[in-house]
């Protein structure tokens, strides 16, 4: 009897209770032991498809739901963007993105000048409302990519506002394969991208990073200067969790593939938001992870003063310095936002059954 007490006692406790015991919180649907890109997967006769393709649409580019059937060879579009190059503001590691992308070295952030968008409160307006940034041409973007991660150390490549320049993309990223690039892809957009052009990105990119504005048509022709953008952020983002699924990490707490959602909470506009991750929920997964950000303020058109209010000041009645709040454009989101808006929107998300988000862990672990 005593043998056997000893027996017992030396087994070991079973492993969920090891994890109980060590404090740690990892999922593992969610969980990779290691990963490879997906660009580095593909054959080099898909790799010569891509590239045909990508030189395709921009002879009649339809990469988004403009659909303004231009030769970027001979002229542009709305977003402003030929053939030949790319327009890049900034090229550096970044630390302002999610924990899971930028961790302790950064993302390597790629943003883009012009967007298909013309978003009357846009937070980066310097940069997409205009040109405003040095020309690249694909072989220069991938040698900035290897640049970022040799001496950067980054872990990742983000690009930021890519939409209008996708094929440039795609032939970037077939280049930097070439030149030995071995971190994640993330396509960091607004949603307004043509199925073609998520088509287009298949086996290139890893992590998708759609940011789901608004869901009212009205709000969309008012505030972004776009039509139906909501059904087609909803395409959009169905057809990239299709891709590359639910987000996974590694075991050090970066994200490698997957989809991640963000959405900007506004003024006033939390019902929208409501209705937003209640659709995710129903019809992309409850596993997926989710950012309710809460960091909106007034920028770009908003709370500047009416065109009324400029003549009246050109004519002495009205300063314009001392319009009032009824006289400036979109005076309804011309504050910041309140935090109980935000907390509306995340209760609605957890009601839903979505439950991975961007936020502290309760656990003092990863929330993977």
Same mark, same amino acid.
């Given at each position: 009897? +005593?043998? &056997?007490?000893?027996?017992?006692?030396? *087994?070991?406790?079973?492993?969920? %209770?090891? =994890? !109980?015991?060590?404090? /740690?919180?990892?999922?593992?649907?969610?969980?990779?032991?290691?990963?490879?890109?997906?660009?580095? +997967?593909? &054959?080099?006769?898909?790799?010569?498809? *891509?590239?045909?393709?990508?030189? %395709?649409? =921009? !002879?009649?580019?339809? /990469?988004?739901?403009?659909?303004?059937?231009?030769?970027?060879?001979?002229?542009?579009?709305?977003? +402003?963007?030929?053939?030949?190059?790319?327009?890049?503001?900034?090229?550096?590691?970044?630390?302002?993105?999610?924990?899971?992308?930028?961790?302790?070295?950064?993302?390597?952030?790629?943003?883009?000048?012009?967007?298909?968008?013309?978003?009357?409160?846009?937070?980066?307006?310097?940069?997409?409302?205009?040109?405003?940034?040095?020309?690249?041409?694909?072989?220069?973007?991938?040698?900035?990519?290897?640049?970022?991660?040799?001496?950067?150390?980054?872990?990742?490549?983000?690009?930021?506002?890519?939409?209008?320049?996708?094929?440039?993309?795609?032939?970037?990223?077939?280049?930097?394969?070439?030149?030995?690039?071995?971190?994640?892809?993330?396509?960091?957009?607004?949603?307004?991208?043509?199925?073609?052009?998520?088509?287009?990105?298949?086996?290139?990119?890893?992590?998708?990073?759609?940011?789901?504005?608004?869901?009212?048509?009205?709000?969309?022709?008012?505030?972004?200067?776009?039509?139906?953008?909501?059904?087609?952020?909803?395409?959009?983002?169905?057809?990239?969790?299709?891709?590359?699924?639910?987000?996974?990490?590694?075991?050090?707490?970066?994200?490698?593939?997957?989809?991640?959602?963000?959405?900007?909470?506004?003024?006033?506009?939390?019902?929208?938001?409501?209705?937003?991750?209640?659709?995710?929920?129903?019809?992309?997964?409850?596993?997926?992870?989710?950012?309710?950000?809460?960091?909106?303020?007034?920028?770009?058109?908003?709370?500047?003063?009416?065109?009324?209010?400029?003549?009246?000041?050109?004519?002495?009645?009205?300063?314009?310095?001392?319009?009032?709040?009824?006289?400036?454009?979109?005076?309804?989101?011309?504050?910041?936002?309140?935090?109980?808006?935000?907390?509306?929107?995340?209760?609605?998300?957890?009601?839903?059954?979505?439950?991975?988000?961007?936020?502290?862990?309760?656990?003092?672990?990863?929330?993977?």
């Amino acid at each position: 009897m +005593l043998r &056997s007490l000893r027996y017992k006692s030396l *087994k070991k406790p079973p492993y969920n %209770a090891i =994890l !109980r015991s060590r404090g /740690l919180h990892l999922a593992p649907p969610f969980l990779l032991d290691d990963y490879i890109p997906r660009y580095n +997967l593909i &054959s080099s006769t898909d790799a010569a498809k *891509k590239r045909s393709e990508a030189y %395709a649409h =921009l !002879r009649n580019c339809n /990469l988004c739901p403009r659909l303004c059937g231009v030769n970027r060879y001979e002229k542009t579009g709305v977003c +402003l963007i030929g053939a030949e190059t790319a327009s890049v503001n900034t090229i550096a590691p970044h630390f302002g993105e999610e924990p899971c992308f930028q961790g302790h070295n950064g993302s390597g952030s790629v943003f883009f000048s012009g967007c298909n968008l013309r978003c009357s409160f846009c937070q980066n307006h310097d940069i997409a409302h205009q040109k405003n940034g040095f020309d690249v041409t694909p072989e220069q973007l991938a040698d900035w990519y290897v640049k970022l991660q040799e001496v950067g150390g980054v872990h990742n490549i983000n690009l930021v506002t890519p939409e209008h320049v996708v094929p440039q993309v795609v032939l970037s990223i077939l280049h930097a394969r070439e030149l030995g690039l071995r971190v994640p892809i993330i396509y960091n957009t607004s949603s307004f991208d043509s199925l073609d052009s998520i088509k287009l990105l298949d086996g290139l990119v890893d992590i998708y990073l759609p940011d789901f504005k608004v869901w009212k048509d009205s709000t969309s022709r008012r505030l972004l200067k776009a039509d139906k953008y909501t059904d087609v952020a909803k395409e959009s983002i169905k057809a990239m969790h299709d891709q590359v699924g639910d987000l996974c990490f590694t075991a050090d707490g970066i994200a490698k593939k997957g989809v991640l959602v963000r959405h900007l909470v506004m003024p006033g506009k939390e019902d929208e938001g409501q209705e937003i991750v209640k659709w995710l929920a129903e019809n992309v997964s409850k596993d997926l992870f989710v950012h309710v950000m809460e960091q909106y303020h007034p920028r770009a058109n908003v709370g500047k003063p009416k065109k009324s209010v400029l003549r009246s000041d050109q004519s002495g009645d009205i300063p314009a310095h001392k319009a009032t709040n009824t006289e400036v454009r979109y005076a309804d989101i011309n504050r910041p936002v309140d935090l109980q808006e935000v907390s509306a929107v995340k209760k609605a998300a957890r009601d839903a059954g979505l439950w991975r988000f961007v936020e502290a862990a309760e656990h003092g672990g990863f929330n993977i």
